[in-house]
């Protein structure tokens, strides 16, 4: 059993299936509607129980998931959805022990999936250049995890270059996340900072940016073909006779490529890199 201590963050769910997330401290109250639970309440209760209001209100007392806790926390820039940062771990192939270059760290949303992904074992580093975003992101990052030993934050432009290098200069990286507006000026840097057969990944929201990445990407001769793609994530409602999609969704989100770092030679002039719809004309 997984029982609400102290300090913790949990979430109360409503009928409607709506989220308060509240960290509990004990003597305080949460108010809802003119209702209130003393957080005392829910202390010693454990996750997943039914919880009542001052004047009789039920609501469902939770540890959030990941995606729950990410949707709720305090935002600077826009996070990523849960669909894509689920995507972007099996796209990525970030795995226990992975060492991973990010930027940049925004709300700290896929920071929070790539450290669940790579395990204490594995390690991940964060540029940004804004205080601002890089503050809400640290306490959102410590105020689920604790003290994060394997995660290094650094105040850089991820356009300048990445510096961390291994012994005698080699690549340090094994996989290579970008969540910033000009992916296509990192391809190179992640070229070099990638160890062979590491993996890049960039996440942009337009279509003219996926070009220059994509672009970018074939220019560098330093990856295999690589993959973009988006995903479409739509819920149903299912009631009764009355089974099929949920009226609203989120229809835009960004568009995801990935790449893998390759030995130098197999892809530059490669019939494959010829434009067959051209060719066509
Ligand atoms: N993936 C994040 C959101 C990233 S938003 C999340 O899920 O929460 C994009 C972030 O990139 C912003 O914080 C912005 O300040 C940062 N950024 C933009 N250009 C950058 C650069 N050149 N180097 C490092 N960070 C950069």
Redesign the pocket.
Known sequence: MKIFQEGDRVHLMDHKGRQYSLTLKPGETFQYSGEIIPHDELIGKSDGSLVSFSRGKAMLALYPTLSEYTLKMPR?????YPKDLAIICMWADVYPGARVFE????????TLALLRAVGERGQVVS????DD?ANI?LKNIARYHGATPNFTLHK????EGILEEGQEGQPWFDRVIL???EPWRVVTHAATALRLGGMYLSFVPTIPQVMKTVEAIQDSGQFGESETFETLYRTWNIKGRSVRPDHRMIAHSGFITVARKVEKGMWNNHPLHSDPDLEKE
Request: aromatic content about 12%; charged content about 20%.
């Open positions: 600077g820039a826009q996070v990523l930027a940049g760290i925004g709300s700290g949303a896929l540029y940004e250049i804004r975003f992101a850089r432009d991820a356009y969540d910033l507006p």
